[in-house]
């Protein structure tokens, strides 16, 4: 299966990972020992030097299309330096990370993870984290206003699924009901692996694991493998016609022997967005408003399929050092910082009322996101433990909204900032074909709100009431987890973990002038035990049968109990201190099956089953259900614990390997959810699937794919939705619907040389007008996009 052909010194010789049908080198290997304290990847050459392994030294080398394999420095030395690699028939991943915060074998685990892996996100080319998770085509991703992107998993979304960053929660205490962008404060350009648990992920993961988990992995500083340093460096430039996208990115690897260096940088500008010129004129843009000679004119868009008042920019910086003073000991220091500008807020801009553009002014402030953490990871192979992983962690946040009326010269603005604080510790021990993992977490969070009103012809400033509390806002959590998976045989694997969990919430209101609350605290306390169990059954070297038991808890966080906000004209949400948590139940079957070595199949079902839902229902306050708020009178709604909800549905994908060059791969996800009384619940997403035919050779590869939304009907929209006739197409009947639509679309890319890549494409090339379910911008249309990599 392997074979290796003449080679002078080891100190002097790189190997050389080829292909085994072509001979064509193979970039993106990794390339580690058994326990991963050496670690990094073949060049474009397929190249990689060696010296710093042991003669006796195990070394592996995996990736997602081609077979592992693990040979010893002495074996490749014996046989001459260069790796041969042979193709799977499917790209298939075999390790997976999110299921345990451990590696472990993919076919062992009852749970449906999809992986997205470095050459995969190179290739798809995302201009934002939402994108990469839209890429997969299976995580159905809504946005309000082009700067965002909120990912729907199984009928749930926002606070009730979860991203992970390095191992860290992301969510924190004003993660809302409504929709949110914080995925988009990541850089897709220094991802390493991102993977996706669908289902609950409580028993690791804590609160908000209900949906699903987004787990995602950021590159690693790489040390020497050989005499000298490890210097790599990484750019990128990227062009995107349909908002003039104007992206750089660049990334540098100083590594020695047992200290190294990753610093990557990104910059992007992005214009106003150009939908597709054919299907529903209703989506156009035909007027905007701006400001001329201190007043709010209408002015007509002599474009009307450019989304004026829709572009925005972002830089990220990621900076870490790696330190491995043994080869048991690895620590690892990391700073994430992501600006954003100020980002309009297009679902508003469009809204009218008496026929009227509503709002001179609605954006977001630039949105911040700094992550500082030091992350130590000890392998000591004790009686006790096997490896045991510490991440200490701060996160600052800082998220801000100004709105104003057409005609008016009062700017409301609101401003939140949270910093959060974390503590992670994570082992495990392997023994007699068992694997235990447990693991203890602590959270804080605090969070401080302020508002105001400022003329913006005199500047004078006026103080408002602020979204949450304005005194202490103080969010808890601590978690005690376990798990264990069993081989029961070489065929049958048993999966089960417990998790406890104690949430606590406390704020103040030091002026309770505005509203005049009959309570001046809140304070909430909870616990939830939660559990899954699994099992896992691999039919034959083809086939796997899977079933997996799962529950989750989501507990009630500031921005549940203790909001006032205007969660849409004529509407205010008020505090509600007597929340409770919301439990999901969950059942998924799972069925892989390759037939002929021509076909693989992957079929999943899913039930999920959610109690005492926190929803958002009408309330009272003093009672009375309407109060005036920022001079209107708006109807009072609460986050209360109503009733329940289900969610079921599946998931089916194929791939067809017709020959090595070839592949042709298609998906497909179905997902309803209606609450006890029989009304769609507001983030299931209508049907939705890609197709994709795939042709890869020595240096090209190219990607004819489609990707199809089925139609949401008048009567099985939400009423939250159907109330947005401005979002929405209209049917016959006047009623607003979310209408069926497609893309076809091509990406391709072309090696040059050793050192480079080039990437180029066409989405939408029907420029089909067509805006996803939920969403406030219109998709681009025909979309031109290129980009230049380069490796050295």
């Not at 104007?246 to 990753?262: A, C, E, P, Y």
């Not at 949270?418 to 447990?438: G, M, T």
């Not at 003093?622 to 009733?643: F, P």
């Amino acid at each position: 299966m392997l074979a290796l052909l003449s080679a002078p010194d080891i100190n002097a010789q790189l190997i050389r990972v080829i292909d085994a049908e072509d001979s064509r080198p193979v970039k993106d290997v990794a390339v580690f020992n058994n326990q991963k304290s050496r670690f990094g990847y073949t060049s474009l050459a397929g190249e990689f030097r060696i010296t710093a392994f042991g003669r006796n030294e195990t070394v592996n080398f995996q990736h997602p299309s081609y077979n592992n394999v693990s040979l010893t420095v002495k074996e490749m030395e014996d046989r001459s330096w260069v790796v041969l690699l042979f193709p799977k028939t499917f790209e298939i991943d075999e390790f997976v990370v999110s299921a345990n915060r451990w590696e472990q074998d993919k076919d062992e685990i009852p749970n449906k993870i999809t992986q997205i892996r470095r050459p995969q996100i190179e290739f798809s080319n995302p201009q934002t984290a939402a994108d990469l998770m839209g890429s997969t085509g299976e995580v159905f991703v809504q946005k309000s206003q082009m700067g965002g992107g909120s990912p729907m998993i199984r009928g749930f979304a926002t606070n009730r699924v979860l991203i992970v960053v390095d191992g860290v929660r992301m969510n924190n205490a004003i993660f809302r009901e409504g929709n949110v962008q914080n995925i988009i404060s990541l850089d897709p350009n220094i991802i390493e692996s991102a993977e996706v648990i669908f289902g609950p992920g409580a028993v690791i993961y804590g609160s908000d694991a209900i949906g699903g988990v987004m787990d995602f992995h950021t590159r690693k500083p790489l040390l020497s493998t050989g005499e000298k340093p490890n210097l790599r460096v990484n750019a990128m430039t990227r062009y995107s016609s349909a908002n003039n996208e104007q992206t750089g990115h660049v990334d540098f690897n100083i590594g020695g022997s047992r200290i190294s260096s990753l610093t990557s940088i990104t910059l992007s500008d992005f214009g106003d967005m150009i939908m597709g010129s054919k299907k529903h004129p209703e989506y156009r843009r035909p007027e905007y408003v701006t400001r001329i000679g201190n007043r709010d004119t209408v002015v007509t868009n002599r474009n009307p399929n450019k989304q004026v008042e829709s572009g925005y920019s972002s830089y990220y910086i990621m900076q870490k050092i790696r330190f491995q003073p043994t080869e048991k000991l690895d620590i690892v220091l990391a700073t994430h910082i992501s600006r954003t500008s100020d980002i309009p807020r297009y679902d508003r801009l469009i809204q009218y009322r008496n026929n009227e553009l509503r709002y001179g002014d609605w954006y977001y402030g630039p949105q911040k996101w700094t992550m500082n953490s030091a992350s130590v990871e000890w392998k000591p192979g004790n009686r006790f433990f096997d490896a045991a992983r510490l991440n200490v962690t701060r996160q600052d946040f800082s998220e801000s909204r100004y709105d104003r009326q057409f005609g008016d010269t009062e700017l409301n603005s609101g401003e939140e900032k949270v910093v959060a604080y974390s503590v992670n510790a994570d082992f495990e021990k392997e023994w007699n074909r068992k694997l235990l993992y447990w693991g203890i977490e602590g959270v804080t969070n605090d969070v401080t709100s302020t508002a105001r009103s400022e003329d913006i012809i005199t500047g004078e400033i006026t103080p408002q009431a602020s979204r949450y509390p304005d005194g202490e806002n103080r969010y808890t959590g601590m978690g005690l987890y376990t798990g264990i998976k069993i081989s029961l045989s070489e065929k049958i694997f048993l999966n089960g973990g417990a998790r406890y969990n104690y949430n606590s919430l406390h704020s103040t209101f030091i002026d309770n002038s505005f509203y005049n609350f009959p309570f001046t605290e809140i304070d909430n306390s909870n616990g939830a035990l939660t559990g899954s169990v699994g099992f896992v059954l691999i039919t034959n070297e083809n086939g796997q049968l899977s079933i997996n038991g799962s529950s989750g808890y989501r507990a009630p966080n500031l921005d549940d109990a203790g909001k006032v906000f205007d969660s849409e004209p004529g509407s205010v949400v008020v505090p509600n201190p007597s929340l409770n948590p919301e439990r999901a139940y969950n059942i998924d079957l799972g069925i892989t099956r390759d037939l002929f070595d021509l076909i693989h199949i992957e079929l999943t079902a899913f039930h999920t089953w959610l109690d005492n839902a926190m929803v958002r229902r009408n309330f009272t306050f003093d009672g009375q259900d309407s109060i005036l708020y920022r001079g209107e009178l708006s109807r009072v709604l609460a986050i209360v614990n109503a009733g329940s909800a289900t969610v079921s549905g599946g998931h089916l994908s194929m791939q067809i390997s017709p020959n090595r060059y070839l592949k042709v791969k298609s998906n497909i996800n179905i997902t309803r959810g209606e609450d006890q009384d029989g009304i769609p619940l507001r983030h299931v997403s209508p049907l939705f699937g890609s197709a994709h035919v795939i042709f890869e050779n020595k240096k090209i590869k190219a990607d004819l794919y489609g990707i199809y939304n089925g139609e949401i009907s008048y009567d099985n929209m939400p009423p939250s939705e159907a109330g947005k006739k401005y979002l929405y197409a209209i049917d016959e009947n006047e009623k607003p619907y979310c209408p069926a639509w497609y893309t076809i679309n091509l990406m391709t890319s072309y090696q040059v040389g050793n050192f480079g890549i080039i990437n180029a494409g066409i989405e939408n090339l029907l420029d089909h007008r067509y805006r996803p379910y939920s969403s406030g911008i219109v998709s681009p249309g025909r979309n031109f996009i290129v980009s230049l990599r380069i490796k050295i």
